[in-house]
């Protein structure tokens, strides 16, 4: 039997737009019917609506995390063709894995979905158990996404909140604090729980998220078309958007960095020089790049390539070096611009090593099926195709 996880300890309300009904629990009854009922009429037709099976809707669930809908549809499918069953994600290298999730970002997400399948298959599971408790034990399964599966594939009454259904529970429930703070998002939790339909829990979290997608949007709700609206006590304030109060951003902090493709042979013969970032690393683990390094404001871009060849090749110099190009991208609140330098080399010099590097010379088949985090791909792309 499935075991359910410990309920959390009542805590006090956040501050609540003036009207609001006391406890969330009031609410329960009138709001899921109308909410389930307008998903069953409305909602979107996605891949991962079409199954009950636990391990495609958590392939699904993953993938959703931090990336939108309509870019998500073709990876799930294109993830589902090479890995088709959990047993079959298990038994794949993590180079596979990683290779399949390029372009989605977030690469954590595939090393723990990976680990969690190697987790599971090792204990005798060939697909996620409805249990909570075993569930939360595995890396990378947060609160949402146990949740989310367990419901939809389990019927397990169990609540669900991400970005979605965090807005639309915060104009429902009048919250006028910021759900990200810790206190705030316990008692949303715990709303949540009390607000959870249990005759049909895989709707109505659905129908939540839904709601936040297409209606219950940040800017301009539909509240005229919305099924929750005689409930909803952000739309009575006239204010809607206002809710629920958005934390500031943090300032964005632009970084130079050159990039050097070192390249070696001609023709069909070049190959290219790419290291592998340690299991370790905090972003883009087990992922392969060209050499780069950060660039100060004193340095020209010349002087940070030779710096980073001096580094690399303390007796070696390139034959020739020529600007390729520019690469920019965002990560966090760091807004990133690549400058792109190609080196050509004289035979395949070995780079100095540092503790965790793992270079490699490389021909353009071999980096076709590595994986590369989505700003190297682009130096990728942009360096192969130069006429030379
Ligand atoms: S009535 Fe308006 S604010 Fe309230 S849940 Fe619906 S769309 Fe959102």
């Not at 063709?81 to 999730?101: G, I, N, S």
Request: proline letters at 9%; hydrophobic letters at 40%; a positive charge.
């Amino acid at each position: 039997m499935a075991r359910t996880p410990r309920e959390p300890n009542r805590l006090s309300s956040p501050r609540r737009v003036a009207g609001s009904v006391d406890d969330p629990a009031e609410l329960a009854p009138a709001v899921s019917r109308p909410l389930v009922a307008w998903f069953k009429k409305t909602a979107r037709d996605l891949p991962w609506r079409q199954t009950k099976d636990a391990y495609r809707i958590w392939v699904s669930e993953v993938m959703l995390q931090q990336t939108q809908v309509k870019t998500v549809i073709g990876y799930f499918h294109a993830f589902l063709d090479l890995f088709p069953t959990m047993k079959a994600l298990a038994a794949a290298p993590e180079e596979k894995v990683l290779r399949a999730w390029e372009g989605l970002g977030y690469y954590r997400r595939a090393r723990n979905l990976h680990a969690a399948a190697k987790m599971l298959v090792k204990h005798g599971h060939d697909n996620l158990p409805p249990d909570p408790v075993l569930l939360s034990t595995l890396p990378g399964m947060g609160e949402y996404t146990r949740n989310a599966v367990l419901s939809q594939a389990h019927g397990l009454a169990l609540p669900i909140i991400e970005a979605n259904s965090q807005r639309v529970l915060c104009r429902i429930l009048g919250v006028q604090d910021d759900p990200a703070r810790g206190p705030v998002k316990k008692w949303l939790w715990q709303s949540a729980a009390k607000l959870v339909c249990h005759s049909d829990p895989s709707a109505y979290n659905q129908a939540l998220m839904e709601l936040g997608a297409l209606v219950c949007t940040p800017q301009k709700p539909g509240c005229l078309i919305c099924p929750a609206r005689p409930w909803c006590s952000a739309s009575k304030t006239g204010e809607p958007e206002s809710i629920p109060l958005k934390s500031e951003r943090p300032a964005i902090t632009r970084v130079w960095e050159v990039c050097m493709a070192a390249c070696s042979g001609s023709g069909t013969h070049r190959c290219w020089l790419l290291f592998r970032r340690p299991a370790t690393a905090s972003r883009w683990a087990g992922l392969w790049e060209f050499a780069h390094q950060p660039m100060s404001q004193r340095d020209t871009p010349r002087d940070a390539l030779y710096s980073l060849i001096q580094q690399l090749f303390p007796s070696d110099k390139p034959v020739e070096t020529w600007n390729a190009g520019k690469v920019q991208h965002a990560i966090t609140r760091y807004q990133v611009k690549l400058r792109v330098e190609v080196a050509q080399w004289e035979g395949k010099p070995a780079p100095q090593l540092t503790e965790h590097d793992a270079w490699a010379w490389l021909s353009p088949a071999e980096i076709a099926t590595l994986p590369l985090s989505a700003p190297q791909r682009r130096v990728w792309e942009m360096v192969s195709a130069m006429p030379f």
